[in-house]
């Protein structure tokens, strides 16, 4: 038996040989979730006391968090519904301009989002604006090993402009369709978050005792004091 960060001692198992695989038999928490939830685990104590912004409301990490924080801001984007706009309960946020007023949050986390966001500098930008001083962002994206990021499509007039060969990935909210791929992140992505502001940036290898857990890296970036 090992130990999930989100639901305590549980088992594993493995339902393929791919990434998504893996997964918690208590709360379902997939090789993602389970890697910033570890990393959350190790850089983030008293999570009971702190304020969360999570770009998700559904699935183990917004439960978990939903469970631990002082307060858990949760939300999904929902194509053609404005920024704060209830859809089904749930707020519709765009990472490119959040509704959450500057310096809300202590700890803001997400899993898989920036990759699909056309602007990321605009993205960077506010998530950084919604970190109180002092806060925490951890996350992840997948990382293709190179050193720098690769452009793989353009927002162009309102319409996606593919500059290599398009790639979209599985998104359960577009189920048929998948979400499309703007970019290839490389280790640069720190130098992303440099840009915008955030300080002690780095990518943190996986900390784990899970077997067969092949987890992910974690991007983690902090707003300064002051």
Do not use: K
């Amino acid at each position: 038996m090992s130990t999930c960060p989100f639901c305590g001692p549980t088992v594993f198992v493995r339902l393929n040989v791919s990434e998504a695989g893996l997964r918690c038999v208590r709360c379902s928490a997939s090789t993602v979730h389970l890697s910033l939830g570890l990393a959350l685990r190790s850089e983030v104590p008293g999570l009971s006391r702190l304020a969360v912004c999570e770009l998700s409301a559904r699935g183990p990490l917004a439960g978990y968090l939903r469970r631990t924080a002082h307060r858990f801001s949760g939300s999904e984007y929902f194509d053609g519904a404005p920024p704060g706009e209830l859809v089904g309960g749930i707020p519709c946020q765009d990472v490119q301009a959040l509704t959450y007023p500057s310096q809300s949050f202590d700890v803001v986390t997400h899993t898989e989002v920036l990759e699909h966001v056309p602007d990321d500098a605009r993205a960077f930008a506010e998530l950084y604006r919604i970190l109180r001083p002092g806060g925490i962002m951890l996350f992840t994206v997948p990382l293709s090993g190179l050193d720098q990021t690769i452009d793989r499509a353009r927002l162009h007039e309102g319409e996606i402009e593919h500059l290599l060969e398009p790639v979209y990935h599985a998104d359960p909210q577009r189920p048929s369709s998948g979400i499309s791929a703007f970019r290839d992140y490389g280790r640069d992505i720190v130098e992303r978050l440099n840009a915008a502001g955030f300080t002690g940036c780095a990518i943190h290898g996986p900390r784990h005792a899970i077997p067969w857990l092949h987890a992910r890296e974690v991007i983690v970036g902090h707003r300064p004091q002051g």
